[in-house]
């Protein structure tokens, strides 16, 4: 292989405990830890002194964070923002594990007690560290645990950070087609970037390299499905010797809220974060609430730190690809066998489901249909659909194959539903019965059959029934405000600002669809947000589907499918051929705190909603219908539909029908 691994004599981990440090060396990288506060102060790889940023404090260069807050009524102060109180995890002891030379497992803990109510979140949390014989990096895990009688609390936030050197580390890989030079932290300071409409979105004004000059910054731009965000980092790229550091997340069945959930990755810092929870993209939803009585024990990771390096010749591409290579090689290796904790569940105590899915949409097709592709998983017990504001237990996913079988492996003890959602259909679905998963299991559930919601024929469509807005019209960003990774790219909703070209393109109309002419892809706006008016207000906005019926069943009853893949502070009213009715046909009330708008996701949180229409409210020939976003109180607010569509009244003999 390229990389520099040519230690022909493979040394065994050493381990040097000092006063006030512990250091991890296996002859290939040397980690330094903080004793007892078992904090990261410097990675020593390939003669490298430090890779993490030397100029800042021992305490700001590789932790476990935690945002927190009070339970119980105390949660209501801190408003809808969910914002709370950051804690840099400090460990109070340090006791070795294992220590021999294959293996060096280091323990730090901090326990709480009533004496920290109120200044520390009511839990124990032990950082764990382990290095091998012959690897190039480390790994980190964490167990948090909530005992029976502490007090209520809640979790907004947990994660590993790291902040690496920012002379040396300046390309960043997110995925295959999201990697670029980044621009240096110091282009975000005052004078060299302006803030725009929030902190984290910074135009480069007068960058230090004026390659950078005109565009925008904003972490949320690197934001990442949990299903995708298995390895990404940073490279120092130098003539003789470039070097990878990169964030390995072998399984995703400790990350809150299931394969969809978008988390932080790496940004401008140059930061790399492994995040476990976070409320990005869901909001107050998302929030971990621990009742009074909650005991609660939970295991984060582990996750790898891996380096490795190249000297001549050296590309980016080359380093990128080893680090997925070791990414394929560590998700082959869960669940590992190494971590000394007995809550790390080894793959002898887990146990196995497996079944196959199929779809019968009888209005399409009366067959039963394999479902290639599709995410099966298993969740904690819950509603249909739970799993996506699920955080405090695990989750298990797989995809099915072609032939709709699927095999959910390596799954924790316990009690489960069995999840899935079908690309293509509405709804969610959900196995009848729950799943108890024991130690060696081999559950097979046998054909699952998802019938999605279905009343009658489809009379139209907009949209792809895909829980996101991507297919809709995405429109370039302004270009003031450009990333320019993003430009003719498929994730071109990425970019900063594209809420105010609504406006620009509906100056004083709204958008109106005409079904049978327009097309979703150019004339169906992703986001329904509001219009900025002259005096700095904005404005509701309420859009318009006509259609033509040839004929109408007056005594039936329609049913509009609206399926929404986002929404933050709406309100969604629905009339049909009478834009003042009032009450509304339909009004959602408010709903929703994503903030998916504003962060450049195309999806947050799954909502369907099924509407009877009676046909009395139909006519022969052109009718409307009025979708009203009605809440205006920032440009952030609005919704992202997934697929709109209006089914005719029930066949009452289905077969003949077809
Ligand atoms: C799950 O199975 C285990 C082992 O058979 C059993 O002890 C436990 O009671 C079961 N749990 C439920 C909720 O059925
Ligand atoms: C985007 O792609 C189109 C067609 O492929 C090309 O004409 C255009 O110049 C590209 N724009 C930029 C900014 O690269
Ligand atoms: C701002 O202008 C809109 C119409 O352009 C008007 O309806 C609204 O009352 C105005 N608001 C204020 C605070 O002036
Ligand atoms: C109209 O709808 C009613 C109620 O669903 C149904 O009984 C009737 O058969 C329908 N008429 C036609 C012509 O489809
Ligand atoms: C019905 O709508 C179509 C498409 O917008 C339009 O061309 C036609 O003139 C309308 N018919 C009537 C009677 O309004
Ligand atoms: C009953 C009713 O309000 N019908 C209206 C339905 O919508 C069409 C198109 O906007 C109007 O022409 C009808 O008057």
Redesign the pocket.
């Known amino acids: 292989m390229f990389l520099m691994l040519q230690f022909i004599l493979v040394l065994g981990v050493r381990l040097d405990i000092q006063d006030k440090h512990v250091i991890m060396d296996n002859g290939i990288v040397q980690v330094t830890l903080s004793k007892p506060e078992g904090i990261v102060t410097g990675i020593q790889y390939n003669g490298l002194d430090n890779l993490l940023e030397v100029v800042n404090d021992e305490s700001d260069r590789g932790y476990w964070d935690l945002v927190w807050d009070e339970g119980g009524n105390k949660t209501t102060k801190k408003g809808a923002k969910g914002k709370g109180r950051f804690d840099r995890i400090e460990a109070t002891n340090f006791t070795v594990i294992v220590e021999n030379e294959e293996q060096v497992e280091l323990s730090f803990t901090r326990k709480w007690n009533f004496s920290l109510e109120g200044k520390l979140a009511p839990l124990n949390i032990d950082k764990r560290f382990i290095m091998l014989r012959g690897s190039s990096g480390f790994y980190m895990y964490a167990i948090y645990e909530h005992l029976k009688e502490w007090p209520a609390f809640d979790i907004d936030n947990t994660r590993i950070a790291f902040k690496l050197r920012k002379d040396k580390f300046r390309y960043m890989v997110i995925a295959e087609e999201r990697q670029r030079f980044m621009p240096l932290p110091d282009d975000r300071s005052p004078g060299r970037g302006e803030v725009l409409a929030y902190a984290e979105a910074v135009r480069l004004v007068d960058p230090v390299e004026p390659e950078f000059i005109g565009e925008v910054d904003d972490k949320y731009e690197y934001s990442c499905e949990s299903r995708y965000n298995r390895v990404h980092g940073w490279i120092s790229i130098d003539p003789s010797k470039s070097i990878g550091f990169w964030l390995i997340m072998p399984s995703y069945e400790f990350r809150s809220a299931g394969p969809l959930k978008q988390y932080l990755t790496s940004h401008v810092g140059p930061t790399a974060l492994s995040v476990f929870h976070s409320i990005h993209y869901s909001g107050v939803d998302l929030i971990m609430k621990f009742g009074p009585n909650e005991p609660w024990k939970k295991v984060y990771g582990p996750v790898f730190i891996y380096l490795n390096s190249l000297s001549d010749g050296v590309t980016s591409t080359k380093l990128w690809e080893d680090a997925k290579q070791q990414m394929v090689n560590e998700i082959e290796s869960w669940p590992y066998t190494f971590p000394a904790s007995e809550d790390f569940l080894s793959s002898d105590q887990r146990g196995k489901v497996e079944g196959r899915l199929l779809v019968r949409d009888r209005y399409i097709n009366d067959a039963f249909i394999p479902v290639r592709g599709a995410y099966v998983g298993l969740a904690p017990v819950g509603e249909v659909g739970s799993w996506q504001r699920e955080a405090k237990g695990y989750q298990f996913w797989t995809i099915t194959d072609d032939k709709g079988y699927f095999s959910i492996i390596n799954a924790r003890p316990g009690n489960y539903n069995l999840n899935s959602w079908v690309t293509g259909f509405i709804g969610d679905y959900q196995h009848d019965s729950v799943i108890n998963i024991t130690s060696g299991c081999a559950i097979n559930v046998g054909e699952l059959v998802y019938e999605p919601p279905r009343d009658g024929p489809t009379l139209w469509e907009i949209g792809i029934p895909d829980r996101s807005a991507a297919e809709f019209y995405v429109p370039d960003p302004n270009p003031m405000y450009i990333n320019r990774l993003y430009v003719n790219h498929s994730d071109r909703f990425r970019q900063y600002g594209l809420w105010e070209r609504y406006a620009e393109l509906y100056p004083n109309e709204d958008l109106v669809y005409?079904v049978g002419?327009s097309d979703y892809t150019k004339d169906w706006f992703f986001a329904q947000v509001t219009r900025k008016k002259d005096n700095n207000t904005y404005q509701g906005t309420t859009w318009q589907i006509?259609f033509?019926l040839d004929y109408v069943n007056t005594s039936g009853t329609y049913k509009l499918r609206v399926a929404l893949a986002s929404v933050h502070s709406a309100e969604l009213e629905i009339r049909i051929n009478n834009s003042g009715a009032n009450p509304p046909l339909f009004s959602s009330g408010l709903i929703g705190k994503d903030n998916t708008i504003a962060r450049h996701g195309i999806h947050g949180l799954y909502r369907l909603y099924s509407i009877d229409v009676q046909g009395t409210l139909l006519v022969q020939?052109?009718n409307t219908i009025f979708l009203t976003q009605a809440t205006n109180t920032s440009p952030f607010v609005g919704i992202l539909y997934d697929y709109v569509r209006l089914e005719g009244p029930p066949y009452t003999n289905l077969k003949h029908q077809n």
């Open positions: 005409t002419i006509n033509k020939g052109n």
